[in-house]
């Protein structure tokens, strides 16, 4: 199996629009690991769509607890157990992940107990082991090393970015962040930097039509970052490419990819991919898959 990353989630923030992407999810497959980064809305029908068996899911990352990156976590560990899963799974994420788990099987109970009772399935509960994690350090096994660090998303301050490792390649996630300078030392080197970007241009279009204005352009304002700090920090960092993910706006119909490209281009002159839903980026050279969206 190559590894790959697959964009199965590319839109940032939690509303869905009619025939527009879904919120953000990915999976890397990295030495032989599927692994599942962020659970928004989508990430179930992305995972199958991208041709992962539930049953062989066994490690998650959440990077912040927004809905639009853990509101199908629940949702995706169950369907993954209703259609046989029987082997442990893991899931990573920040302080008060634990919490989400426990109380998404107090309020699917009825449904746990009876199907461990009538179809003799294991318990759900035992199968998953949550592991919060903090700034440094977070996981190595079998190769592969995970390391995080806490970006700059306000109000939310457990919110992390991740570098996974693995033969010599890695891929960094930048999360929720505004501008963050710290992030090109992080992913210093790296095959792949997917980092979150909004187009200044469309944001007055966005704020007009969700409500709420004022209060939501000072959100993006504080809390993300334009695509050019995003060729920033991918410059910065010496990346060998720069994937646009948590697109803000993601479905705009005045804004295209060309919009993208010609922000980012600013700042950042190396291989570039703009996310869409099931875009697939090979590792091996950092390469874009399917020669679209890429530039
Ligand atoms: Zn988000
Ligand atoms: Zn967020």
Redesign the pocket.
């Known amino acids: 199996m190559p590894d790959r990353l697959v964009l199965l989630g590319s839109k940032g923030g939690p509303a869905l629009r009619p025939g527009g992407p879904w919120p953000s999810s990915s999976l890397l497959e990295i030495g032989g690991r599927a692994i599942v980064v962020d659970c928004g809305l989508g990430v179930t029908r992305g995972l199958v769509d991208a041709g992962v068996s539930l049953k062989a899911l066994d490690l998650i990352f959440i990077t ?1 607890l ?1 809905s ?2 853990v509101l199908e976590l629940g949702p995706l560990i169950h369907t993954a157990w209703a259609a046989g899963l029987a082997t442990p799974v893991t899931v990573f994420g920040p302080p008060g992940l634990g919490h989400y788990w426990r109380r998404f099987c107090q309020a699917m109970e009825f449904d746990i107990e009876i199907r461990i009772a009538d179809e003799g399935r294991p318990d759900i509960r035992e199968l998953v082991c949550i592991d919060e994690f903090g700034q440094g350090h977070v996981v190595e096994q079998r190769g592969l090393k995970v390391t995080a660090l806490r970006v700059d ?1 306000p109000p ?1 301050t457990d ?1 992390f970015a991740l570098r996974f490792e693995h033969g010599g390649s890695s891929v960094v996630f930048s999360a ?1 962040t505004a501008f963050f300078p710290p992030l090109a030392d992080f992913a210093d080197g790296a095959a792949i930097l997917v980092h979150e970007a909004m187009l200044e241009e469309g944001i007055e279009r966005l704020v007009a039509r969700t409500g709420n204005g004022a209060r939501l352009r000072e959100h993006l304002l504080a ?1 993300h970052s334009f695509a050019e700090e995003a060729g920033r920090i991918a410059r910065d960092a010496g990346v060998k490419r720069l994937v646009l993910n948590h697109l803000i706006p993601a479905d705009d119909t005045e804004i295209g990819e060309v919009d993208w490209i010609a922000a980012v281009r600013k700042t950042w002159a190396g291989d570039l991919t703009i996310a869409r839903d099931g875009l697939v980026v090979e590792l091996s050279g950092a390469k874009a898959a399917s020669g679209e969206g890429t530039a």
Request: aromatic letters at 0%.
């Open positions: 912040h927004h639009d990156h998303h939310v919110c929720d809390s």
